[in-house]
Structure formats: C-alpha cells, structure tokens
C-alpha cells in the first residue's frame, strides 16, 4: 500500500496527522465491518463505538457483498478460526478488494498452529490494501521465522520482530503494526516506535483486537499506516492503567478513555520516535 516514493514526515507532522485523523474518525463515524472472534466482539464493538466508528459484526456471505459497498474498511481477525469461517474470510476480503477498500488483518496465535499460520499467509496474500496488525510472535510467525509463541500471547519482543515486519511489508505491500511493550508501525518508507501502554494491559484479553478494529476505523477514513489508531489507543491504556485497580477495571476504563482522549492528552503524552525512513 505504501510506496517509497510516499512523503516522510518528522515528529510533528506525524503528531499533527494523528490528531488529525482521530477528529475525521469523530465526525465521519466511519463503519467498520468486522469478521472477528468469539472472545472479543463485544469489546471491539464498544472500542469502536467510544472512539467514534460505527461497527458492525457480520460473517454470512449472503449479506458480505452488500456490506464491503458501504463499508469504510473490513476488520479481519481469525481468533476462534474454523473451516467455515476461513471461507467467510476468503470471501469477505474478495469484496473488500472488488470495493477499494482497505483490510486489517489480526493474525491471532499465528505460529501457534499450521491453520491459522497457512490461514493467516492465504489471507494477507488474497488482500489488496493490506495492514497487518500482530504482536511480535505472530509477525515473526507469519513472516516464515521462528517465534516463541505460546497460542495467542506473545513471548517475543517488538524489537525481534522487526525484520519479520520488513519482509511482510515487502512480501504483501502491506503496512505492519508490531504491539507489544514497545509498539512499531512499519511501512515501505518509515519505521516508526512508540513507547506508550501499560503493563497491565496483557493482562486484559483482546487488548490487541481491539487495537486492530481501531485500525480499522483510522483506514477507513484514509489513515492506512497504523499510526494514529496504535498512537492513540497506547496512550489511553496507559491513561486507563493509571486510573484502574486491576485488569477488569482497566477494560470499563479504556473504553471511557477512547471517548475521552483530547488532541491535548496526545500531545502530552505521545512518545514517538521515527527510527528508521
Ligand atoms: N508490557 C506492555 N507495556 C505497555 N504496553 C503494552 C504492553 N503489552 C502490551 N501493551 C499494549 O497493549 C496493546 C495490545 O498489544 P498486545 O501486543 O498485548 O496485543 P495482543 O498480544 O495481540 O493481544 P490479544 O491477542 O490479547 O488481543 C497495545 O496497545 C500495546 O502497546
Ligand atoms: C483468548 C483468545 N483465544 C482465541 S482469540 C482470543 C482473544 C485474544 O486474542
Ligand atoms: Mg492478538
């Protein structure tokens, strides 16, 4: 999707660019179809819903046709995967592609087992305007390198997976999004690390999947790097962490704190550094 010929911007500009995006997100409410698992739809719907999208949960193909025409994107996460739902997928991301329209894909426990490893490969291969979005042992899983991981958590650092990354940025033209303590978005022209979360927030399920529907909602109003929804949603984990007793708490608040954020929040807190362009 991204092309070495696209801009390079410096701190500012990229901070400027995800405030930006994180007001049209507010005002357009862009729909985000999503074809996700059975442990995180409800949570992924209302982090959608806070930070200002309008999510549907949808898998029929009889009705996936209709919805890729008036969709802003299509959030693909293969967490509860099984023969059926790996055709949905397939189907789901040929509509995306006939409509222009920009896929997420969430390659959870990718490296866990050979089906979601091949699923996850045939699926970024099949979409046009990709972003993956994995911690760092599924990224390393899916770009063909031996990752440690331990079914859907990650037992590898952002840091190990960035090569991994670079490979499925040229592999699938795709941009990457690498989650961890240490968050990095990587594109054919920049590589970007953020050092915001918390950590306390593993200790939440879905954490990651609802990062990616949010990258969903920033695609579908044309932020298709990953920055602003990866930005944005670290800085209000590590917000809701500060403000929360233990995990249950932290999931009630994130979702507060995705309605809350201020341009000002992310200004103050943003810790952003460009690493490589
Ligand atoms: N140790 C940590 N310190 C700070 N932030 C963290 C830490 N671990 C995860 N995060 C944050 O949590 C969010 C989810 O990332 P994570 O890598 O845990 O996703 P994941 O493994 O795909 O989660 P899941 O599969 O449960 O949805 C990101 O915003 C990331 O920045
Ligand atoms: C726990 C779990 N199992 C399958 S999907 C999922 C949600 C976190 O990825
Ligand atoms: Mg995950």
Known sequence: MDNPSQPIFNSATLTANIIAAL?????????????TNYVVMNNTANALLAIGASPIMTHS??????????SGSLVINIGTLDNEWIQRMQFAVEQANANNKPI??????????????????TLAAKANNL????????IIALAGETSQTKGVDALDSSDTALV????????YQANVVISGEVDYVVTASQTIRLRNG????????????????????????????GLAATAIYAIVGEIA????????????????????????????????AVVAS
């Open 164 to 171: 991994a990354a670079q490979t499925l940025v040229a592999q």
């Open 104 to 121: 997420v894909l969430d390659p959870v426990g990718c490296g866990a087992s050979v089906l979601r490893t091949h699923t996850a490969r």
């Open 241 to 272: 962490a500060e403000q929360s007793a233990g995990p249950a708490t932290l999931q009630l608040n994130i979702i507060d704190g995705l309605y809350q954020i201020s341009a000002e929040q992310i200004q103050q807190r943003l810790n952003m």
């Open 23 to 35: 007001a049209q997100v507010r005002e357009q409410k862009p729909l985000v179809v999503n074809i």
């Open 131 to 138: 972003i993956i979005r994995g911690n760092a042992s599924e």
């Open 61 to 70: 193909r009889q009705e996936m046709a209709e919805m890729m025409q008036i």
């Open 198 to 225: 918390h950590h306390m927030m593993p200790y939440v399920t879905g954490m990651g999947c609802s990062l990616t529907a949010l990258t969903g909602a920033f695609a579908a109003i044309g932020e298709t790097s």
